[in-house]
C-alpha cells in the first residue's frame, strides 16, 4: 500500500507542474519590456510625438517640424488632435503594483510641458476591493484613448467608462460598460 502511495505521490508531481505551466494565469505577469524608441499620433493625424528613450524626451513634430518638447519617454501616452495636449496613462499600463496608494496618479493631462491635471487612483476606482488579484498585481482598468468627440475614455474592473476633457482633465462623463478582461 505505501508503494502505491508513494508512486502516486511520484506522479502527481509532473502532473501538477503541467497543468500549473499550462493554466492561462499561473506564470508570473511579465515584466514591461525596456523603453524603446516610439512615435504616437494625433487622431487626425496632424501631429506626431516621437518618444527617445535614450534621451528620455518627447518631441511633438507637425508636418515634419518640431513644434514642442519636453522632458520624459511614456510607454502609455496619446497626443490630441490640436497637437498642443497629451495624455500620459500610468506607467505600468493595466497593472497596478501591491503596493499601490489611493493618490496614485494613474492619468496626466499636459499641455505641452506643463501639467494641467494628475487624476489619482481614488477618482478612477470607486472601490479598490473590486481591483482584480493577478499573479503579482492588481489589474485596474486601461486607458482606451481619445474617442471621436475629442474625449480621453478610460474603463475600469468596476464596468465603467470614464470619459475626460482634454484640455482640464475633468471627468465628463460616467457610463456603465463591461470591462473586457
Given at each position: 500500500?505505501?508503494?502505491v502511495?508513494?508512486?502516486?505521490?511520484?506522479?502527481?508531481?509532473?502532473v501538477l507542474?503541467?497543468?500549473?505551466?499550462?493554466?492561462p494565469?499561473?506564470?508570473?505577469d511579465?515584466?514591461?519590456?525596456p523603453?524603446t524608441?516610439?512615435?504616437?499620433?494625433?487622431?487626425?493625424?496632424?501631429?506626431?510625438?516621437?518618444?527617445?528613450?535614450a534621451?528620455?524626451?518627447?518631441?511633438?513634430?507637425?508636418?515634419?517640424?518640431?513644434?514642442?518638447?519636453?522632458?520624459g519617454?511614456?510607454r502609455?501616452?496619446f497626443?490630441?488632435?490640436?497637437g498642443?495636449?497629451?495624455?500620459?496613462?500610468?506607467?505600468?499600463?493595466?497593472?497596478?503594483?501591491?503596493?499601490?496608494r489611493?493618490?496614485?496618479?494613474?492619468?496626466?493631462?499636459w499641455?505641452r510641458?506643463?501639467?494641467?491635471?494628475?487624476v489619482?487612483l481614488?477618482?478612477?476606482?470607486?472601490?479598490?476591493?473590486?481591483?482584480?488579484l493577478?499573479?503579482s498585481?492588481?489589474?485596474?482598468?486601461r486607458?482606451?484613448?481619445?474617442?471621436?468627440?475629442?474625449?480621453?475614455?478610460?474603463?475600469?474592473?468596476?464596468?465603467?467608462?470614464?470619459?475626460f476633457d482634454i484640455?482640464?482633465?475633468?471627468?465628463?462623463?460616467?457610463?456603465?460598460?463591461?470591462?473586457r478582461?
Amino acid at each position: 500500500m505505501q508503494d502505491v502511495r508513494l508512486w502516486l505521490c511520484r506522479m502527481m508531481v509532473p502532473v501538477l507542474a503541467v497543468i500549473w505551466a499550462l493554466a492561462p494565469d499561473a506564470g508570473a505577469d511579465e515584466p514591461l519590456p525596456p523603453p524603446t524608441d516610439r512615435e504616437i499620433c494625433s487622431p487626425n493625424g496632424l501631429y506626431c510625438a516621437v518618444m527617445d528613450a535614450a534621451a528620455n524626451e518627447t518631441t511633438v513634430f507637425h508636418q515634419g517640424l518640431p513644434l514642442w518638447r519636453r522632458p520624459g519617454w511614456f510607454r502609455d501616452a496619446f497626443l490630441a488632435d490640436d497637437g498642443e495636449h497629451m495624455i500620459v496613462g500610468y506607467r505600468g499600463l493595466e497593472l497596478l503594483q501591491w503596493d499601490y496608494r489611493p493618490e496614485t496618479v494613474m492619468i496626466s493631462f499636459w499641455r505641452r510641458d506643463r501639467l494641467i491635471r494628475a487624476v489619482p487612483l481614488s477618482e478612477v476606482i470607486e472601490d479598490t476591493a473590486k481591483l482584480e488579484l493577478t499573479t503579482s498585481h492588481f489589474l485596474w482598468g486601461r486607458t482606451v484613448g481619445i474617442d471621436d468627440s475629442s474625449r480621453f475614455v478610460v474603463e475600469t474592473v468596476e464596468d465603467r467608462r470614464l470619459t475626460f476633457d482634454i484640455t482640464s482633465g475633468a471627468m465628463v462623463g460616467v457610463q456603465a460598460h463591461p470591462f473586457r478582461r
